[in-house]
């Protein structure tokens, strides 16, 4: 009887040796130089993989007599992949070519068709879906103001956040999510809190006039955050930070992409308490405010992709949004959004393209009454959009897009006589043609036409971007017209601003213009990238509030023409070994007509930097980021009277500078551990004042990320 079990384990070892064979081999640069660490799997079967030694040798089992095609990667070098032969038992080496940087692998969508982004013609900014975990950002302010120089997040009246990007405020500056847009608005800026960026695959930034495009609001610049969609069969994430000040953020997503459906859902929860900023002070006086509103957000979207056919792919996506701010003890803020489409795109033949969607978006304010537990809504602005685009591709490489939108735009606010409401109805027609007669040059030229109801507007902007490469370097310079057309609230606001004074709305209020001129040099050598852009902006008509003594109160008004000019560089490198930089500075200047006060804050000087080092080793994998902002003094006209301009002060912002470390260590399977120092260098204004950050010195924080689907994958 033993003898008979001994026989059967044998016969059935053969079978499963006989059942496998092993592939062994290097992995190596176009020099023969090892890559250590480099992946090999296999791409009929995504759990099987390895990772090459020291010496960049690898090994891999392989189940069956089957054909099987292996794939080598490694950061900084292009894939490759090689078919093997059922049963192969010889060397198989891989020679990875170096990849230049990753503007070669990836696609933006800013000028409304696909390009690669060494191929766009107008210089487009994108932060990457690894850039956002570096930075470790608590909210999209952070965010930008780490990634980008020369824009700067402060608050306003109220404490309400405001925005100022190269000297366009909120009002001109759009945030889109997947291309729509946000309602609501606050002191001109949307709510930036509705932007959660656990979901983002990457944000494209355009700075300059994109008005040809995407139409008002649009004059100062486009900020579009793209969601990111599922890779894996099935993912589930969860994740939790904590920091100083109680500041605490959970969240998860569950994400499929079997067959023809791909779905993504996720949940994010934000609180944060109250900041005291005298703590740990002997000033009587530490500020305009000494205390910063504690809040609460929760933030749920849902996004669905079905692939009906092979040329036919349906997307819907639905969103709701719920914030609570701490602003006394009786009241409470809330704001509410619940936001919804639905979008269709069918490849009709290779050479031509439809989409068609429609947009809902409704945001309202309400207060929270504590004593009597009431919750009164005094906003609602609600948003139905329907848009239509349409490319067909010349010769395989011209392309043609053409496309409308209209939008029903109803607003009810305390802001107007006896909380009363508005609505209107805005259309627009746009055409663009993407020219590329040479593999060195690109030619692009778009026309919109825009017609506003309320304002009985209608408006024309153009656009023409020119790109020429010679050899390692790209040369850009590109026209925009911009324009943003006066909001309800400004043709028929009717309110007493802090029981102080009134502000009154005016319907004759022409639309803001502007001719944006921008030139750039890029230079891509290896792993280093080099852009150097100057742009100039004529701001005609722009809209702002300016006292009338016949009404004894301040009234919107069209203001004298403005220049805005100024200059960016950037540089960075990425190498094999792990390391990265960046380094990005802004000079921007504001020109106003002797005379007018200066009321703008736009910082002059901006800098940016960040040193990282990633590595991935077998079982381990470590990240650890530096990064920095530093952003000059700045001098301005405040007001002291509201009652004319005469009765302003000057007054001087200090510039300051903020580090941050953060160190990100990926454990076992899908755990990711980060701790975080924030103002690494203890900064601590002298005073608070809106534009002054609103740190009270050096932080902490420590974060816990866990992909579950990463747990059952064999190694």
């Not at 109680?246 to 609180?271: A, D, I, K, L, M």
């Not at 209020?509 to 502007?514: D, F, G, N």
Request: charged fraction near 20%.
């Amino acid at each position: 009887m033993k003898l008979l079990v001994l026989s059967l384990f044998g016969l059935l070892f053969t079978l499963q040796t006989q059942a496998q064979y092993k592939i062994s081999g290097t992995v190596s640069d176009v020099a023969g130089q090892p890559l250590a660490g480099a992946v090999v799997t296999v791409k009929e079967q995504p759990s099987l993989g390895t990772v090459a030694d020291t010496e960049g040798h690898y090994e891999i089992t392989l189940p069956g007599k089957e054909t099987y095609t292996l794939c080598a990667s490694f950061v900084g070098y292009e894939p490759a992949s090689e078919k093997i032969a059922a049963g192969q038992t010889g060397p198989l080496n891989f020679r990875l070519a170096e990849r230049s940087t990753m503007m070669d692998q990836v696609v933006v969508t800013a000028t409304r068709t696909p390009k690669l982004l060494k191929d766009v013609p107008i210089v487009t900014r994108v932060i990457s879906e690894a850039d956002i975990k570096q930075v470790d950002a608590t909210h999209v302010g952070d965010l930008l103001q780490s990634e980008l120089p020369g824009i700067e997040f402060s608050y306003s009246m109220n404490q309400q956040v405001s925005l100022n990007m190269s000297g366009f405020g909120g009002n001109s500056v759009l945030f889109l999510v997947d291309g729509e847009r946000l309602a609501g608005e606050t002191l001109d800026n949307v709510d930036y809190s509705r932007l959660n960026l656990d979901n983002v695959g990457r944000i494209e930034i355009v700075k300059g006039a994109v008005s040809s495009l995407y139409g008002s609001n649009a004059i100062g610049g486009v900020v579009n955050l793209i969601s990111r969609e599922s890779r894996e069969p099935w993912s589930v994430n969860l994740n939790g930070r904590y920091g100083a000040h109680n500041e605490q953020r959970y969240g998860g997503s569950v994400g499929f992409n079997q067959g023809r459906f791909n779905s993504t859902t996720n949940v994010q929860y934000t609180s944060i308490d109250a900041i005291d900023l005298s703590k740990g002070t002997d000033n009587a006086e530490v500020g305009d405010y000494s205390t910063i509103y504690g809040h609460t957000a929760l933030n749920i979207k849902e996004r669905l992709v079905v692939t009906a056919t092979e040329g036919l792919k349906f997307t819907a996506r639905a969103g709701y949004f719920f914030r609570e701010r701490d602003a006394s003890e009786s009241i409470k803020d809330r704001y509410r959004s619940f936001s919804g489409g639905l979008k269709g795109n069918w490849a009709i033949t290779p050479s031509d393209d439809l989409e068609l969607s429609y947009a809902f978006d409704q945001y309202d304010k309400s207060d929270y009454l504590v004593p009597t537990s009431r919750d009164v809504r005094d906003y609602s602005n609600v948003q139905h959009t329907l848009r239509t685009l349409y490319n067909h591709t010349f010769a395989g490489k011209h392309i043609l897009t053409v496309g409308g939108d209209y939008m029903r735009d109803y607003l009810m606010s305390y802001q107007f006589t006896d909380n009363g409401s508005h609505t209107q109805h805005t259309a627009d027609a746009f055409a663009q043609f993407d020219w590329n007669p040479h593999r060195r040059f690109n030619l692009i030229a778009g026309l919109r036409f825009d017609h506003f109801s309320a304002a009985n507007l209608s408006h024309l902007s153009p656009k023409l971007g020119v790109m020429y490469k010679v050899a390692n370097c790209s040369l850009r310079a590109s026209y925009a017209g911009g324009f943003r057309a006066p909001t309800l609230k400004e043709m028929y606001m009717d309110f007493y601003m802090g029981n102080i004074f009134m502000i009154y709305g005016n319907p004759e209020l022409k639309a803001e213009t502007s001719h944006n001129f921008s030139l750039s040099a890029e230079y891509l050598k290896g792993q280093h990238s080099f852009t150097v852009t100057g742009f100039y902006n004529l701001v005609d008509s722009r809209i702002t509030t300016v006292w009338n003594q016949e009404l004894d109160g301040q009234v919107y008004t069209n203001m004298s023409p403005l220049q805005v000019a100024g200059a960016e560089a950037n540089a960075s490198g990425r190498y094999t070994c792990g390391i990265s930089w960046r380094v990005s500075y802004a000079y921007t200047r504001e020109m106003i007509e002797r005379g007018q006060p200066l009321l703008s804050s736009t910082r002059p000087h901006a800098a940016t930097a960040r040193l990282a080092y990633d590595k991935q080793w077998k079982n381990y994998g470590l990240n650890v980021s530096l990064s920095g902002r530093w952003l000059s003094a700045v001098t301005c006209d405040v007001y002291t009277e509201v009652t004319s301009y005469e009765q302003t002060v000057r007054q001087t912002y200090p510039g300051y500078t903020i580090w941050k470390l953060s160190l990100t260590q990926h454990l076992w399977r899908g755990m990711d551990l980060t701790l975080a120092v924030d103002n690494l260098f203890n900064y601590r204004p002298d005073y608070y004042y809106s534009n002054s950050p609103t740190t009270v010195g050096t932080t902490c924080s420590v974060g816990l990320s866990l992909n579950l689907e990463q747990f059952f994958k064999s190694k």
